[in-house]
């Protein structure tokens, strides 16, 4: 079945450093989201991409959608204390709607 | 590493009939799981927020009636959907909090004809 997979798994970066984390998954995927989980929370719809290769920019956080559709990644520039947390990355397969998750990628910012 | 499933992974009933969704941590113990519901192309919406030995918190808009969440061990919540409709149909995924993360059940697809 469909896998996605999230590296690194954590990252501990000083704050103003900038922060990346990779989704792959095995199959080509309709569209990928990215949620954030902040500590005892749930998890948090941040963006959803669709076309390939395609870019996205909240403030410090920059999204990207490989071309083939089976690769993503979310850069924040500058990490505040503010962004701490686990990022997580989903994408349905090709055909279906059904989420697969990645297992997260758990920021810490020293500050 | 730590798993969650779900049961059953998809299930087709008539309407007015109720159906009951299990998500089970099956190598940690998880005394918060949640409960999210994902329509086509749309993304999570929590629906509820389970807690081990008390009561379910619900989101604004979700009916408790409607969706009997129980969390009566550590490893285990269900998700009752009473009295289903063909507007109930969707995409149903729990999530159990191991540690400081969560781990995410391979949902259930409900059909209601």
């Known amino acids: 079945g469909q896998q996605v997979m999230q590296i690194p798994q954590y990252q501990h970066v000083q704050e103003g450093e900038d922060f990346t984390t990779y989704c792959n998954s095995s199959?080509?995927?309709?569209?990928i989201q990215w949620y954030k989980q902040r500590p005892g929370g749930h998890p948090v719809f941040l963006i959803q991409?669709?076309?390939?290769?395609e870019v996205k920019k909240q403030k410090r956080l920059t999204f990207q959608f490989g071309e083939a559709k089976k690769n993503s990644s979310l850069h924040i520039t500058a990490t505040q204390t503010t962004d701490v947390g686990t990022y997580f990355c989903?994408?349905?397969?090709?055909?279906?709607?059904?989420?697969?998750f990645g297992k997260g990628t758990k920021l810490s910012v020293i500050p | 590493g730590a798993v969650v499933s779900q049961h059953p992974s998809w299930v087709i009933c008539k309407s007015g009939t109720s159906v009951k969704i299990e998500c089970r941590s099956l190598d940690f113990q998880a005394t918060t799981m949640f409960w999210y519901r994902q329509f086509p192309k749309q993304s999570l919406m929590l629906m509820a927020t389970s807690n081990e030995g008390s009561k379910a918190t619900y989101e604004q808009g979700v009916e408790k009636d409607k969706f009997l969440i129980n969390h009566a061990s550590l490893t285990l919540s269900t998700l009752t959907v009473t009295s289903a409709h063909p507007e109930d149909s969707s995409f149903y995924i729990c999530?159990?909090?191991?540690?400081?993360?969560?781990?995410f059940g391979p949902g259930t697809r409900l059909l209601v004809l």
């Open positions: 199959t080509t995927l309709s569209n």
């Open positions: 991409l669709v076309k390939s290769g």
């Open positions: 999530s159990a909090e191991g540690g400081e993360t969560q781990y």
């Open positions: 989903a994408g349905p397969g090709a055909g279906s709607y059904q989420l697969t």
